[in-house]
């Protein structure tokens, strides 16, 4: 017996999580439940978090979450739980199978069946934003090696356990060579540990014309969180439904487990919404807890009850589907099939699928680190690169000098071009003098010698090299 942690949500949350739970249950779940409340009621009670610390005791005790849609109110400073719960917990990794149910639910992709694991606590979503001058905002972009290991790893051994035979990796490394190009390059070294599984590389962004064009070139794709993000709703769209999908939270220590569409308050309490969604979360809940006889005969019945027709209104078809049902209706269809499998649609076996291999990160040594030089950031109005050169020249000292200077990426001195558009944000570049390095002294010179010449210094990036490569972008246009 395993005791869960369950939350009902807003909106249409209580409807489906109570139809998900006498599924399972009906199906034999071996599950203790312990119900705590999220969302918000919460929220509008103070709390900004949408979640008491009590709360956040149980989701820890037990290790496992099984969370219906919450409703976060507008404004006022409140934080998406969903985005809190992964990062406050460690669920990297976020798992989410697209499988197309045709002839029963309408698709453009017949065949398509696409598992996207998605990094779930880095990238963009690390939520670092500043704004730098009149005219610049800035998102920091982190990608971490432990956290390119742990996702990669994860796709792999996923594709492993379920029987899939690729594994695809989505960057923009093309562009972004430090950060993508981590990813990607990890990609490419543990797929080598995984030789039975064949591997592939695509750009992101003809690799999603791709996967909406043909999503059955594709088996499970791996990607940074962003990516992760917008195409795994794409995936879940093109299938037919985003209502159809589930969605699993993945840790080292817990796991989340939920519906990924959101919490519909118009059609709440009418007995009109469709349990799928949470019901594809809780039977992945199912293989995680180890009750893969239970998740394999709740998904069978589930898919059983779409290929007799009978349909909830968002997915029902007249001349396909056979009966109109409510939420509860359609629990209770699920439940008259348990035991049986589908005759046209394709059935899953999960039964005795082994565990995945998840060693904890193993931190690499050191590498060689050296200093090599430092990006000054200025805040200048101006609008000619070759004035603010010579502005900035005067900040020199005897050990570094003024290299580059770019606006938005583009270099724009020395040799920049007239036409280049400039905003009030300079990336101003200096590296050490012929036979001199550059140290951390130099750096806060570099600054007091601004702050006497009134240059709007904003902010410094160290530019480093790593076993004698260097770590950094250069200039668009260098």
Not at 115 to 120: H, Q, T
Not at 297 to 305: D, E, G, I, P
Not at 436 to 442: G, H, R, S, V
Request: hydrophobic share 40%; proline share 4%.
């Amino acid at each position: 017996m395993t005791k869960i942690t369950i939350a009902k949500g807003d909106g249409i949350g209580p409807e489906i999580m109570d139809a998900t739970l006498d599924i399972i249950l009906a199906a034999g779940a071996r599950i203790e439940t312990e119900e705590i409340e999220v969302g918000e009621k919460v929220y509008l009670a103070g709390n900004t978090s949408g979640i008491s610390a009590e709360s956040w005791d149980v989701i820890r005790r037990n290790k496992v979450f099984l969370k219906a849609p919450i409703t976060t109110p507008q404004g006022g400073g409140y934080k998406s739980l969903n985005v809190t719960t992964r990062k406050f917990l460690g669920l990297y990794s976020n798992v989410r199978p697209c499988m197309s149910l045709h002839p029963f639910v309408s698709t453009k992709h017949p065949i398509m069946d696409v598992v996207i694991v998605r990094e779930n606590e880095e990238d963009l979503y690390a939520g670092i934003e500043h704004q730098q001058t009149d005219e610049v905002v800035q998102c920091l972009k982190l990608i971490s090696r432990p956290g390119c290991e742990k996702i990669v790893r994860y796709a792999f051994e996923y594709a492993k356990q379920q029987k899939r035979k690729k594994v695809t990796c989505f960057t923009k490394d093309n562009i972004m060579k430090q950060t993508d190009g981590l990813f990607h390059k990890v990609f490419d070294e543990i797929a080598k540990e995984y030789p039975e599984i064949e591997n592939e590389h695509w750009i992101i962004d003809i690799g999603a014309a791709k996967m909406a064009d043909t999503p059955e070139a594709f088996d499970v794709i791996v990607m940074p969180n962003l990516y992760g993000d917008v195409l795994s709703d794409v995936a879940a769209q093109i299938t037919g439904s985003v209502g159809l999908a589930g969605s699993a939270n993945i840790g080292e220590e817990c796991a989340m487990f939920e519906a990924i569409h959101g919490s519909a308050p118009r059609r709440a309490g009418q007995n009109l919404a469709n349990p799928s969604g949470l019901l594809q979360g809780a039977i992945m809940m199912l293989n995680h807890i180890g009750q893969t006889d239970i998740a394999e005969k709740v998904h069978n019945a589930w898919l059983t009850t779409i290929e007799e027709g009978t349909h909830t209104y968002d997915i029902y078809k007249e001349g396909i589907s056979k009966e109109k049902v409510g939420t509860k209706e359609f629990a209770k269809a699920v439940i008259a099939n348990l035991g049986k499998k589908p005759s046209i649609l394709k059935a899953v076996s999960y039964a005795n699928s082994a565990p995945l291999n998840l060693p904890k990160y193993t931190r690499k040594p050191a590498g060689d680190k050296k200093l090599v030089g430092v990006d000054l950031f200025v805040h200048w109005p101006g609008n000619d690169p070759n004035a603010l050169a010579e502005l900035v020249k005067g900040i020199e000292s005897n050990n570094v000098k003024l290299t580059m200077i770019t606006n938005r990426g583009i270099k724009v001195w020395p040799e920049g071009f007239k036409e280049t558009f400039c905003t009030d944000h300079w990336r101003c570049r200096f590296k050490p003098t012929a036979g001199a390095e550059i140290t951390k002294k130099d750096i806060i010179e570099l600054l007091s010698n601004a702050l006497s010449k009134n240059i709007d210094a904003i902010k410094t990036e160290n530019l480093y090299s790593f076993n004698g490569v260097d770590a950094f972008s250069m200039g668009q246009g260098q």
